[in-house]
């Protein structure tokens, strides 16, 4: 019998219709072209993206997800790593099932990955942390509208260190078909210009490769600070594609959370 995780945020987080889901999903990537003129640019092996209700944080998720459109085809497989919300976890959770659902299909587990954690301690396997957990869920709709057939490693990021978090990364990195997204918001409840501050700070760490984002920065610091050890590592190049808060979107400006999309290059980025 096949276990399928389904949707637990559509209708709140993002449409539950699906040709409603997969119009704004559209609208979102569409919006984005007016501010991509210019010379080609090198897709991405990692994002940062991210995962906030898709009025709040869509448009800035969808500056990263743009970047995917030519490796359509290429892009295979993707470890989506998010932090915990709702339980608890020691290390990093795979769900324990063998696909997830969302309003706009099915997708399946990458087995092989899953097998290729099986001797890291710090994988475990909670079926509980990704039962209600938004953090990865948000991301997949944008991923089956911009990526062709393929499969997940979805990890849920508990209480781990960034070497951990590296480890398991090194393990999944692949080649071309692999992508790795990490999804996190950055400040949450600030004043607006005290958040402008402090994640202009965050990010300059993050676009260092500097594994010092703490959890008052980002929620998910801890698969965030796992990346950027990993993309030091592995030499990849950071770019910034967008940075706002929920003031500048769909909230008010005395309590806002912060987004920012970020993309990380085996090589420079042509031109500037």
Partial sequence: MLHVRPPAVAGSFYPQPAAVLARDVQNLLAGTTAKSQGAPVAVPKAIIVPHAG????????????????TARSRIRRVILLGPVHRVAVRGLALPGVDAFDTPLGRIPIDQAGVAATASLPQVVVSVAAH??????????????????DFTLVPLAVGDA????????????????????????????????????E??????????????????????GGTPVNGLLLAARQHHLHPELLGLCNSGDTAGDKSRVVGYAALAFTPEAPHGH
């Fill in 54 to 69: 898709y009025i709040y944080s869509g448009s800035t998720a969808a500056l990263a997800y743009a970047r995917l459109a």
């Fill in 198 to 219: 402090v994640d202009r700070e965050t990010v300059q760490a993050m676009l260092n490769l500097d594994s010092i984002v703490s959890h008052r920065q980002a929620c």
């Fill in 131 to 148: 039962a209600q957990e938004h953090s990865l869920e948000v991301q997949l709709p944008f991923l089956q509208t911009v990526l062709d």
């Fill in 161 to 196: 260190t960034p070497a951990q978090v590296a480890q398991v990364l090194d393990t999944l990195w692949g080649g071309d078909e692999t992508l790795i997204v990490t999804s996190s918001d950055l400040s949450h409840f600030l004043p607006y210009s005290t958040a402008v």
